[in-house]
């Protein structure tokens, strides 16, 4: 099994990446969704580098409260995908869509193995 601090690393490190993706390149990623508004995806990605700098400041010394912050996020990530996906489908791309779904089962992975994790310290 990866270590808990090991798959916090992996969430802060593809979180970060992701936010400043979006924040340098918003109207690609706008036009990757087939809509012209880049202000979504600008603020997405600064939540994300936020929420990354966390995460990676957790995966240093983790503790349990903190840890199930991040899943709860994590998890409420993955539930607004799945919304934004239904509620969006006709005013986005396919590409959209898809990235958003491939996107939410990473999160959702994410969460599984920080909660495997989280169970494996408390037997420790």
């Known amino acids: 099994m990866i270590p808990l601090t090991t798959t916090l690393r992996i969430n802060g490190l593809s979180s970060g990446a992701t936010g400043l ?15 012209t508004a880049t202000l979504p995806f600008l603020a997405t990605g600064v939540f994300l580098i936020i929420f990354a700098a966390g995460v990676l400041f957790v ?7 903190a840890v199930k ?6 998890t409420i990530w993955v539930i607004g995908s799945f ?5 969006l ?4 791309s396919g590409i959209g869509s898809l990235l958003i779904a491939g996107v939410a089962l990473w999160v959702g992975l994410m969460a599984v193995l920080q909660q495997k994790g989280l169970r494996s310290l408390a037997t420790a």
């Open 83 to 87: 919304l934004a996906i239904a509620l």
């Open 89 to 92: 489908f006709s005013a986005i």
């Open 69 to 74: 912050w991040i899943i709860t996020l994590d």
């Open 59 to 65: 995966a240093q010394r983790p503790n349990p409260t």
């Open 21 to 35: 993706l979006l924040t340098i390149f918003p109207g690609m990623a706008a036009s990757l969704f087939g809509v």
